[in-house]
């Protein structure tokens, strides 16, 4: 198998599956637009060898059958026609497949869940465990009559073979359980069994969690010996990190830098000799190239970039890298959908993951001026979308930069990808001749109606939440005070000391803004409380954001106060109401109120009166309906399509 460049797209689920695990045509077009995109390698999402019983997911690919191959063949089909190799990753789920979803109780290597809170599976006979190696090699060999170039074993992130190779979850005492042999010897079977099934000319790839990063997992060093046993027949390793118990480091967390897992790489190389891919946020190419200079490794996996960006390889051999759509690692929209709400993949920077940009060959049939208010991410998209469809649009910001909350929040250290996008969209604009861009501008419907509108967007987006708690506007946002909203803590950011142990930090508020500044300040020594008036702490929390706070909970000793409510702020220290009715005082050399933030529009009401709607159409999107994410605001500034459509300015 010749590779035309080294970039690999990561498999990662997408929910796209028809019901019976067969591939669907939404996962045709998501394929093959990557594909067009110039990536080298795909490795598509991980398909079932043995359904339901390892069934991942409700509509997980399936590979157990024959009646599968056609749709997959026609998946190669399309792929290969822009010169892109695809192979597929085959996979048993074990423990972490749900008892609800595959009507039976989960198998695995002993009685022990893949996470908290999973179902107990049963420990499989060893007749069962050879069935099941007879299963991956059948697969292997679907496969390969479907026309893919390889196969990848998915040998960890806490499936099957994990489930086998990890202490944390292999309490066995026969032949596969106990030392690192023993444990290494159902990988060890199923790649002997698919090299059997395919021969010795077709690629297997064998992807691991080169450390597992939990108490008691298997450490790098554990893994290169497990290795040993069972990396023969392998002609890849595809080194990844991570199980359940750590899916930060396996789905990487915002906070952690480009291509943070290529030492792995590089050890597993070193140890084999054989080719490794890494993976691990990449999004910046110039990382990439370095890897790759200082032989870590010699395949570069991306996979949320490339649902980002399908185009970004070719970005990148073009010379077009600052026109990159980078992935912002939110994990909402590709993790936080599939997993954590069982819904299809989204991205929040890509409003469309399966047809990416072809909204731009509708074009407007006659003219059409659009009047976007706002300049943040929700009226940038809008703005951006109505020009390159031919729409004469104007985009009126009252603050001297673009980008609104988003270019705010990048300032938090560990939130710094959020800028890209915002990046991204000034890039875009700059090169739409027909969008108007006005900053400073107090906007006002007599202004706008000098514009001459047709269609009117209204992103004018949000403001903190200021409830009527005693001592609160007279103590927040004060000229040297110590009681501060998210917006004057991210004015302010560049004057905390980077050490501040033994200060107290007290932040009222534990959603998504809140645990931002609780983050910040815990990595910085203080002794940090936060307090939420509901019973759970991040409830709305994407599951890599939610474990990443956990984990920082645990290693800074943050204090959790649920269940409490703050009753009233002084110039040092915080009332609050616990459940059991009892105040107690706070006190604070930092005290932050995130309370969440609430829709800002201040001219909408005025534009409704001014401007009929038989004449003028007027949207309101983004923050400005409800203060939500940016995923939220981008997907209706996009749907600005849809509204010229409305109006026939655009042909249905």
């Given amino acids: 198998m010749t590779v035309k460049n080294r970039v690999s797209m990561a498999p990662m689920g997408t929910n796209f599956g028809e019901q019976n695990g067969e591939m669907s045509f939404l996962h045709l077009a998501y394929y093959e637009q990557r594909a067009m995109g110039g990536v080298g390698l795909i490795i598509v999402e991980n398909a079932s060898v043995d359904s339901p ?164 997992g298997n450490s790098l060093e554990d893994m290169l010996e497990l290795l040993s046993y069972f990396q023969k027949d392998a002609d890849v390793i595809d080194v990844s990190a991570g199980l359940n118990g750590s899916l930060q480091y396996q789905i990487d967390s915002c906070q952690l830098p480009d291509g943070w897992r290529s030492y792995m790489s590089k050890e597993v190389k070193k140890r084999f000799g054989k080719p490794t891919i890494t993976t691990g946020n990449i999004r910046s190419p110039k990382v990439a190239e370095e890897i790759l200079e200082r032989g870590e490794a010699d395949f570069i996996g991306i996979g949320r970039g490339l649902i980002a960006d399908p185009e970004w390889v070719n970005k990148v051999q073009f010379g077009k890298e600052d026109t990159i759509r980078k992935c912002i690692s939110c994990n909402i929209g ?75 929040i990048a300032q938090i250290p560990d939130k710094y990808r959020v800028q890209y996008f915002v990046d991204y969209q000034l890039k875009r604009a700059e090169n739409l001749p027909n969008l108007y861009m006005f900053r400073n501008i107090e906007c006002s419907a007599d202004f706008v109606e000098s514009l001459k509108p047709n269609v009117i967007v209204n992103a004018t987006g949000s403001q903190p939440v200021l409830p009527p708690i005693e001592g609160l506007r007279e103590n927040i946002d004060q000229e040297d005070g110590k009681v501060f909203s998210i917006l004057k803590m991210i004015r302010d950011i560049d004057t905390f000391p980077e050490d501040l142990a033994g200060k107290k930090v007290v932040v009222i508020g534990g959603g998504a803004v809140g645990l931002d500044v609780v983050e910040f300040f ?46 009233k702020v002084g110039s040092h220290a915080f009332i609050v109401k616990k459940s059991d009715g009892n105040l107690e005082t706070l006190e604070f050399e930092y005290g932050f109120v995130c309370l969440g933030m609430r829709s800002a529009s201040p001219v909408l009401r005025e534009l409704q009166e001014k401007f009929p709607p038989e004449e003028v159409e007027i949207v309101n999107i983004g923050d400005s309906i409800r203060a939500r994410r940016i995923i939220d605001g981008v997907s209706e500034g996009r749907n600005i399509i849809n509204v010229l459509k409305k109006r026939e300015y655009i042909p249905r």
């Fill in 334 to 408: 590709c993790a936080g959908h599939r997993i954590q709400l069982n819904r299809p993949i989204r991205c929040t920077v890509n409003p469309d993951v399966n047809h990416w940009e072809t909204y731009k060959s509708e074009k407007v049939t006659k003219p059409c001026n659009v009047v976007v208010i706002g300049g943040g991410t929700a009226g940038l998209e809008a703005a951006c979308t109505a020009a390159e469809v031919g729409c004469q649009t104007f985009l009126l910001e009252k603050e001297g930069e673009f980008g609104g909350l988003a270019r705010k």
């Fill in 53 to 216: 019983q390892g069934s991942n997911g409700t509509t997980q690919l399936r590979i157990d059958q024959d009646n599968y191959i056609p749709r997959l063949f026609k998946l190669c089909e399309n792929v290969h026609r822009h010169g892109t190799c695809i192979a597929i990753q085959l996979n048993h789920a074990g423990a972490s497949a749900v008892e609800s979803r595959i009507g039976m109780q989960p198998v695995s290597a002993s009685d022990i869940p893949s996470k908290k809170g999973g179902n107990i599976p049963r420990p499989l006979t060893k007749d069962e465990i050879l069935t099941i190696v007879k299963k991956y090699g059948e697969a292997a060999k679907r496969a390969q009559l479907a026309g893919f170039d390889a196969v990848e074993i998915h040998a960890g992130h806490s499936y099957l073979i994990s489930q086998f190779l990890s202490p944390t979850m292999n309490k066995r005492t026969d032949e596969f359980g106990g030392c690192a042999e023993n444990r290494a010897r159902l990988a060890k079977l199923v790649l002997e069994e698919v090299r059997r099934q395919v021969g010795p000319m077709f690629p297997i790839f064998v992807r691991i969690s080169a450390d597992e990063m939990v108490d008691g």
């Fill in 522 to 567: 815990a990595e910085r020594n203080a002794d940090v409380s936060v307090v939420e008036m509901l019973p759970q702490i991040g409830r709305d929390l994407d599951p890599i954001s939610k474990l990443r706070m956990e984990e920082i909970f645990e290693k800074h000793h943050v204090c959790l106060m649920p269940d409490t409510a703050l009753t």
